[in-house]
């Protein structure tokens, strides 16, 4: 490579154009932009996209799952069962709730959890289980909610939620996922609860934001939970200020001190033309995907498989692990792709390696499978801003670096 060949290849940049751009002025201009008219709008999209009833939206997917714990009545004296191999706000949630977080390794060379493993790790304080849809595949539910389905007797529920399913409730971390399918099912469509991320570097963004959906089940009051959420998310107040609005209608209550974590209409605006256009955007992403995979894949790189027979992921990450380094080496890589204009990254380091969750009594050595996995992986760029030039010349650039090592 020489200098003036050099490019500038951001990581995860937004796309966004001109019609986003036209949406925000609108809403600006309408004289309403926290939640209203748009962020309605844009939870019935969502609902109907993915074949759900309801959707709610929110600033964050870490505000869903921390939402949907409270709702569950999760607290002090349960226990919530996660990854070791994921973001912390996967994890963090648990702990702002009160409960224990109880975390299990992944299975030998994968980025899932054991689990048997899990199954293991089960007990009647056992609530939730939250698995992690990485890079935008889907887990292996099938096998999941067998282990719970073998696990049933142990559930005491103790909430009047929890009694209607009767069983640990299964509540995905699909910030990566939205738009993914897996054996006939859409992502949102085969946990009893679903969390979609929408920051800045997700597939389809709000800048900030997130979504929850539930599986359709005959015993739910979708109405009640939709209202629960609306509850939760707005200081416990009986009306929305949408609600407000109407002649006359400025009384409200505030049935408990909730919280604050509600989406605006400028966010939902934002993420409605994302989401009118999100199909051409997933299929630029198996576009680069598999250009990645005709050049890497020969190196003998090992790459997390995105399509199959039965699955589609949606394309979020471009998770590739080098063989024969270790972790010091693949920092090297990274550092080397860098100086060749090439932003990359490592997901995830985990968790137990991080301060915090040293001490809450984690240790590394107790999850082998998640460091090996960690120790050698690179996460390419991967998003529809990328020109077919830009992937030849970050494969180029990872052989040039593979040919020096």
Known sequence: MYKNDLRDIPFSPPDITDDEIEEVISTLKSGWITTGPKTKEFERKIADFIGVNKAVCLNSATAAMEMTLRILGVGPGDEVITSAYTYTATSAVI??????????????????????????????????????????????????????????????????LQAKYNRIIVMA?????????????????????????????????????????????PFLDDEWIYESYMLYSLHG?????????????????????????NM???????????????????????????????????????TLEHYGDDFISSGHLYLARIPGIDEFERNNIIVKLAELGVASNVHYKPLPMFTAYKNLGFDIKNFPNALNMYSNEITLPLNTLLSDDDVEYICNCIKSIMQLK
């Open 237 to 261: 107040q009986s009306k929305d200020a949408l609600a407000k609005t109407q002649k006359g209608a400025w009384e409200y209550d505030v049935v408990y001190p909730a919280y604050k974590c």
């Open 173 to 217: 971390d699909g910030a990566h996922s939205f738009g993914a399918i897996r054996k006939g099912l859409n992502s949102g469509q085969a946990a009893d609860f679903t969390c979609f991320s929408f920051h800045a570097v997700k597939n389809i963004t709000t800048a900030e934001g997130g979504a929850v959906v539930w599986r359709n089940r």
């Open 95 to 160: 702990h702002h709730v009160g409960a224990k977080i109880v975390m299990v390794d992944t299975k030998p060379n994968s980025y899932e959890m054991d689990y048997q493993q899990l199954e293991n790790m089960i007990n009647s304080k056992t609530k939730v289980i939250i698995p992690i849809d990485i890079a935008g595949k889907m887990c292996d539910y099938d096998t999941l909610f067998e282990v719970v389905n073998r696990k049933k007797d142990l559930f005491a529920s103790t909430n009047h």
């Open 264 to 302: 605006t209409d400028i966010m939902a605006g934002i993420g409605i033309i994302q989401l009118n256009k999100y199909e051409s955007l997933l299929d630029r992403r198996k576009e680069v995907i598999e250009m990645y995979d005709r050049a890497l894949l020969p190196l003998g790189i090992d």
